[in-house]
């Protein structure tokens, strides 16, 4: 079983539309949590780390369910620059950071 | 300076050459570590570095052969690679404590002809 689970899509949605990625992890000792974007051929990039109480910057809001292991990302009123893949990322211990397979988004004019 | 570097941005080689990949921080972390991303798929972990001392080898290939110099620094030296070891290369450092992110470098494009 994968450490993380991401739904890796493609998602194609119109601009203006709110998406949601959710993402499961496995290990109930996992620390921290982050959402990463990564537009292509470039590096990953953080957009958002994962709070308990939730989080939220600007359109992104980020969620944390510990009991259910998993997380999540809602991005609402998409724009077309919002077209990238997003990473799940959980810290596990100092060293050990474990990622999803990545969600693709594609925002459509 | 809140930055990781790596050089080259591109590199080619034939399966009989050495060469080296070079990764670089300023930020006083103690974690450093070398991904490989094929295309459409997350980064894969190769090696881990904790305060310069080699921590995990993700059962990568002795042709894949990391060196930290100093806690700044983080090469990956390369020798009879194979085609399909053709991939982006990525340095990331964090610095080693509970609920910060890593910050990653522009990677290093890898081309084994």
């Known amino acids: 079983r994968k450490e993380v689970e991401q739904d890796p899509g493609p998602f194609n949605v119109p601009e203006g539309a709110t998406v949601a990625f959710n993402c499961t992890y496995s290990?109930?000792?996992?620390?921290?949590f982050f959402w990463y974007r990564q537009d292509c051929r470039k590096e990953p990039k953080l957009l958002m780390s994962?709070?308990?109480s939730g989080n939220e910057d600007g359109r992104f809001t980020a969620q944390l369910n510990r009991a259910s292991q998993y997380i999540s990302l809602l991005i609402r009123d998409s724009k077309l620059s919002d077209s990238a893949t997003y990473l799940c990322v959980v810290n596990m211990y100092g060293n050990q950071f474990y990622f999803g397979t990545g969600t693709s988004l594609t925002v459509i004019p | 300076d809140t930055e990781v570097t790596q050089t080259p941005k591109h590199l080619v080689m034939g399966m009989t050459n050495k060469k080296s990949l070079k990764c670089e921080q300023h930020?006083?972390?103690?974690?450093m570590y070398w991904y490989k991303q094929k295309a459409k798929k997350p980064p894969e972990l190769m090696f881990v570095y904790s305060y310069e001392k080699l921590s995990i080898n993700e059962s990568v290939p002795s042709r894949f052969s990391p060196e930290c110099p100093n806690s700044s620094l983080l090469n990956l030296h390369l020798h009879a690679l194979q085609p399909e070891d053709s991939a982006l290369y990525l340095c990331a450092s964090s610095p080693g404590t509970m609920g910060v992110e890593q910050f990653f470098g522009p990677g290093t494009r890898l081309t084994v002809l």
């Open positions: 930020m006083g972390h103690r974690a």
């Open positions: 290990n109930s000792a996992s620390q921290s």
């Open positions: 994962v709070y308990s």
